[in-house]
């Protein structure tokens, strides 16, 4: 029985944003919208009109009409508005008042916030928005940063999208060989990059990388120097911040085609070259006002905090937060220094919704944080994104009972390909741990088997079977769309296969229990890799799990358990056996592992996925430069490490 830890109140539901549009859209429509069940039904039955009515609730600017909502090509070659002209910049910052604060900025161990407001926003982005225009930039070119979570990637960003030129960022904890791998692929003309960022209390000096950034990407023309941790003399042939936006010009906002490219946004390129993902000014434009307005429900005024580097997705989502004419809380720095310290810094900025990875959750609640202990006054939190990977449900009890009683805590699934989600909570559903609150509005997708049947109440692929304005208009150095093809279309023609596997469950909510890719398929039967790390990572016994399932010649199979033992324990015999006991009892005996291994870490993506699939081809005997990317990894040893206990297991099996 799935345990529900909280229900929105009639009034709750009365006073959100959800409601009103609804209210709006029963006038437009002639037809009633009790919930968002009914909303749901409509916008997939009726894809065109639903994206219109948020085209016309929120009054996107075309500055020239569209003659089609969208063309009748299969996806991936779908389009959307065509003829339309728009430029996403203007949406941004055409709402909230010039005295209101656009972004509150702050860093890790405390200090006085930087408050940026929407007029001093706009007179920024308007002096960098003509620098760039007199530098050469025209509409395609690219800008390309290396930046922390702080005003200048903002900044930089939506002057970048007002010239019409493409923006492609990587967080400066990003080493060399991984930037460039990810930015020379663009050929930018120009860089902007910071000296350092903070982490744990040190000052991280970036200047050897930025320099080796100048040396091989030879298509900068113009380097712009961020004088942010360091007090020192501007590099050679750069250009300062404060020249940048010092200037007087007026905001102009270069209007583009509605599959104009926005920006590039990397997969995590843990085999191979990063997969470079191009977002478009109109499909973003729509995804951020329904995502923002509907399911976040800012209002002009509002703050939200969301806990990312401008490596993440995250980053791109929040930042259509100004949309509605709310603020962006960015704060650079660790989430743990001091323990908690990203709920002392919503408590701090009054914010009304936070979104944050899982671990950030898993973290706070691992470290004894406690906001009401600790005299911390979140009373105007109501709402928690949480993305990245599987909240367990240790982190939904936590929240309840050391942030906030009363609080939608909405898991969300869906990522760097949209730029969005495809399921998450609405203003109407309860929080149940373990549980996704449902598809969202213009999502038509569902579970399907191996035969591509839906099914509903067991596992399948998720799939998405029609299109969606914010995917991808097409994939960098792609001209004939077959990477694209081969990434998402290459199992079902025509239908998005995500790469998840979920359940959809009678109830309407949703289960995600981890990559289809990396799937631990047993004695027939198909096994979530979330579902072992939501059962063993809330013992205190266990910092880390990682589970594999390899297959072995003549039908055998190898379910392996990696355990990275808490400070001070081990894995003996009596731990080992606690483990098999809890697999067996809370989940199912076919649960059980071949073997329990102690290994020293868990390896990760840059934006912090445990390396499931490098790892199972490493088992496999994949040799480590075929089966992952090392530029793109946390902790290079730790996988080297499972690099030579592969090599070992093989020797000894062969």
């Known amino acids: 029985m799935t345990e529900t830890l909280w229900t929105p109140s009639a009034q709750r539901i009365q006073a959100s944003a959800m409601r009103e549009y609804l209210d709006w859209l029963q006038v437009r429509e002639e037809r009633q919208f009790d919930d968002h069940d009914a909303l749901w039904r409509w916008s997939v039955e009726d894809l065109d009109r639903f994206w219109l009515s948020v085209v016309d609730y929120y009054g996107v600017s075309f500055s020239q009409p569209w003659t089609q909502v969208r063309t009748t090509d299969q996806m991936p070659h779908t389009r959307w508005f065509t003829g339309a002209r728009l430029n996403w910049a203007e949406h941004l910052l055409r709402n909230g008042s010039d005295d209101v604060a656009a972004l509150v900025c702050l860093q890790e161990g405390g200090g006085p916030a930087r408050e940026i407001t929407f007029g001093a926003l706009r007179r920024s982005v308007a002096s960098a928005a003509g620098w760039l225009r007199r530098a050469g930039v025209r509409p395609g070119d690219r800008v390309a940063a290396y930046l922390p979570n702080t005003e200048h990637a903002v900044i930089a960003c939506l002057a970048t999208a007002a010239v019409g030129a493409v923006w492609a960022c990587c967080s400066p904890d990003f080493g060399a060989e991984g930037t460039i791998g990810r930015l020379a692929q663009l050929e930018p003309t120009v860089l902007i990059a910071t000296d350092g960022y903070h982490w744990n209390g040190k000052d991280i000096d970036r200047s050897g990388v930025v320099a080796q950034l100048r040396e091989q990407l030879p298509t900068v023309r113009h380097y712009l120097h961020i004088a942010y941790v360091f007090d020192r003399p501007d590099p050679a042939g750069s250009t300062s911040w404060d020249e940048l936006v010092s200037g007087d010009d007026h905001l102009e906002f270069e209007q583009v085609e509605f599959s104009h490219p926005l920006w590039v946004l990397f997969t995590s390129g843990t085999t191979g070259l990063p997969k470079g993902l191009v977002h478009g000014h109109g499909g973003i434009t729509l995804e951020g006002l329904k995502w923002s307005g509907l ?58 919704v936070m979104l944050l990875g899982a671990a950030v959750i898993t973290a706070s609640a691992n470290a004894g944080v406690s906001a009401a202990q600790l005299g911390w006054d979140l009373s105007r939190l109501r709402h928690v994104f949480v993305s990245g990977s599987a909240l367990p449900p240790a982190g939904y009890h936590w929240v309840m009972e050391h942030v906030s009683p009363d609080l939608r805590i909405d898991s969300t699934s869906g990522g760097t390909d949209i730029s969005g989600s495809f399921i998450g909570a609405n203003e109407y559903t309860p929080v149940q741990v373990g549980r996704i609150g449902g598809i969202l509005a213009g999502v038509d997708c569902g579970a399907w088997d191996d035969d591509g049947r839906p099914v509903v109440d067991s596992v399948g692929d998720l799939v998405i079977t029609a299109p969606m304005p914010s995917m991808p208009i097409y994939l960098w150095n792609d001209p004939d769309a077959v990477r694209y093809q081969e990434s998402y279309f290459d199992t079902w023609p025509g239908v998005w296969r995500h790469g998840d596997w979920v359940t959809m469950h009678s109830d309407g909510s949703i289960s995600v229990h981890g990559r289809s890719d990396s799937t631990l398929n047993r004695q027939g039967v198909r096994l979530g890799s979330a579902d072992f790390y939501d ?88 040799p480590l430069e075929k089966a992952a990317n090392i530029a793109s990894v946390d902790n290079p040893d730790a996988l080297r490490w499972y690099a030579e206990f592969a090599a070992n297991r093989l020797q000894q099996s062969g």
């Open 535 to 622: 059962v063993l990572e809330s013992m205190p016994e266990i910092t880390e799990t990682l589970v594999i399932g390899v297959d072995l010649p003549d039908d055998g199979y190898w379910l392996g358990l990696f355990v990275v033992p808490a400070p001070g324990q081990a894995l003996d015999d009596a731990l080992e056996q606690k483990i098999i006991t809890t697999l067996r009892t809370r989940l199912t005996p076919r649960h059980v592992p071949d073997e329990i291994v102690e290994a020293p870490a868990v390896p990760h993506t840059l934006t912090g996925k445990r390396l499931e699939v490098p790892i199972k081809k490493l088992l496999a005997g994949k």
């Open 295 to 352: 399911y976040a429900g800012l209002r002009p005024g509002e703050r939200i905090f969301t806990y990312t580097s401008t490596g993440w997705a995250l980053w791109n989502i929040q930042i259509n937060a100004l949309t509605q004419g709310a603020g962006l809380v960015l704060y650079e720095g660790s989430p743990g220094h001091p323990p908690g310290a990203v709920w002392e810094v919503a408590a701090r900025t009054g914010a009304q």
